[in-house]
């Protein structure tokens, strides 16, 4: 379980100072997959780099499995919002490298990283290099190397956010399908309502900066979903209408901030 317990940040940096996210309390259950959403800038990036233990909390405490995190996660596989691949690496040593880290044989390697590379669909490319690749290839790359290594608890940073519709839908089914057989606790970060509420056992809304919950909702639609019918659902079309409601103003208030 992630225990998020009135965790905040403030940047400092040089004379000026962010509040970028207020305390927030947050528990997230073993196997759940909770979706956050929020206005650019409300502080979803700065949250799943303190659960990845990669920026301090500056106050209150995150904990993961009852152990605070004061450094690394090695827990989480962490697919961030910038790309951070390797460019002296190809598509497929990238994929390998948590697993190279791991001291996993090479053969169970090799073997791995095809599996990784034709769930991406991607499985041509595994000579190229990132340079070589598109941009929504480059990011099923990424979610490739979070997934070789198997890791309990996956951080995903808005990993479909520049894929082509079609592909983002078959990326949501087949992540939705790795988290109904494994179970894993996810983390999603997202600006996509339909696709927080498609994936989701829980949303999360942020306000605009700095951040705070300003609504949780659980979506109890059933699984398994499909990703393309379930926006005609009218349990869907609801929660979509009472998420957008506590969304919209935020996502207003934070573009008058940045016009002002
Ligand atoms: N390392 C840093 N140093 C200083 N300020 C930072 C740093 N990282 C983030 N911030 C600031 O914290 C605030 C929240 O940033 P964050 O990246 O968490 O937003 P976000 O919700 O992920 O936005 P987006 O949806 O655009 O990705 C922003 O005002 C940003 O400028
Ligand atoms: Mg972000």
Not at 228 to 251: C, N, T, V, Y
Request: aromatic residues 6%; contains cysteine; glycine residues 8%.
């Amino acid at each position: 379980m992630i225990r998020i317990k009135a965790a905040g940040k403030t940047f400092r940096t040089g004379g000026r100072i962010t509040v970028a996210l207020s305390p927030v309390d947050l528990e997230i259950g073993n196997g759940e997959f909770v979706s956050l959403i929020g206005p650019s800038g409300c502080g979803k990036s700065t949250l799943l780099n303190m659960i990845a233990g990669i920026v301090p909390v500056s106050a209150g405490a995150i904990e993961h499995d009852a152990r605070p995190i004061a450094g690394p996660n090695t827990q989480a596989g962490y697919m961030t919002q910038q790309d951070s691949l390797l460019p002296w690496r190809t598509a497929s040593e990238n994929i390998a490298l948590p697993l190279v880290i791991r001291g996993v044989p090479k053969s169970a390697i090799v073997a791995r990283v095809s599996q990784m590379l034709a769930l991406v669909g991607l499985h041509n490319f595994g000579g190229h290099y990132p340079a070589e690749l598109s941009g929504g290839m480059r990011k099923r790359v990424a979610l490739a190397q979070c997934l070789a290594y198997n890791p309990g608890t996956l951080l995903l940073d808005e990993p479909f956010g520049a894929l082509d519709a079609q592909l983002k839908l078959l990326m949501q089914a087949e992540l939705m399908r790795i988290w109904e057989s494994d179970r894993k606790t996810i983390v999603f970060v997202t600006h996509d309502l339909t696709e927080a509420i498609t994936l989701s056992d829980r949303v999360v809304v942020f306000s605009s900066r700095p951040g705070r919950i300003k609504e949780i909702r659980r979506i109890d639609l059933p699984r398994p979903r499909d990703p393309l019918k379930i926006q005609f659902d009218a349990g869907f079309r609801e929660l979509h209408q009472s998420l957008w409601d506590a969304l919209a103003p935020e996502i207003e208030l934070a573009r008058n901030e940045a016009l002002a």
